[in-house]
């Protein structure tokens, strides 16, 4: 007897809750007020050319183009061309850590995703409407399925958007896998230090890599692995100024700034805090043994 195996299911992109789903009329040069708010945005420009203020910054999108904001982003829309210009707009709850890369990129939509975000339109305007609250309301009579095929394509039209920055040329995104994601991250970001040994990083650096809040990943590694971020590179910098002691004849004035430490002295201290010796008094020792 042929033998089944079960599989189960790896979301990495989950829509939890459908917030508004709506058109913008944009008039001469019309600006909707600014706002903010805790759920993620997307901002498709069905015809003409609209312009994004978004976090300080002026975003064009034009016609065919999508713009996602993550939550808590303060923005507002304004007609880019004092034409007449109309934009889908689809607003959603999810905690789905994927879409951090997403968050303020523009997208230029090719043929698969227009059908796709057609799609999304066209089920929308068959099961929901937005009242005089500007409340999402299911129609008396909708589409039957329609509210899960909704979500079924947003997140396949998210899904295809993540495909797309993975394969990139010098992307420079990770993207976890759900399942042991707090492991991996802090796996990722050992991997970028050891890389990285030589430079002096910051914690933007490290953010901007990884796609996430300074809060999110000093939390997170620091519960994973009971250091901080910086103890961590520094101790990886100061196991391979170890190596580079007992294996090379480099001084340690290039050891220092082989790895990123302007300052000899500071490098010194920082190594006999760590070791108990200097630079030097190590060395001396490795030899006699």
Known sequence: ?????RHRILNVVDVKELIALEYLDFEGKYSEYAETHDFWEICYVQCGEIELSLSGKKHPVSQGQVILIPPDKKHSYSSATGNASKAFVICFESFSHALKPLGERCFSLDCALLDC?????SECALTF??????????LPSPAFGGQQAIILLIEYFLICLLRRLSTEKNAGIVFLSGEKFYADLVDVVIRFFRDNLHEKLSLDDICNKFNYSRSFICKTFKQQTGETLFSCFTRLKLEEARRLLEQTD????KIAATLGFKETKYFDALFKK???????AYRKNIKER
Do not use: A, D, Q
């Open 1 to 5: 007897m042929k033998t089944y195996l």
């Open 274 to 280: 760590h070791t108990g010796m200097s630079p030097l």
């Open 250 to 253: 480099m001084t340690v004035t």
């Open 117 to 121: 975000m057609s799609k999304i339109i």
């Open 129 to 138: 409407r937005m009242n005089e609250n500007e409340l999402l309301e299911v």
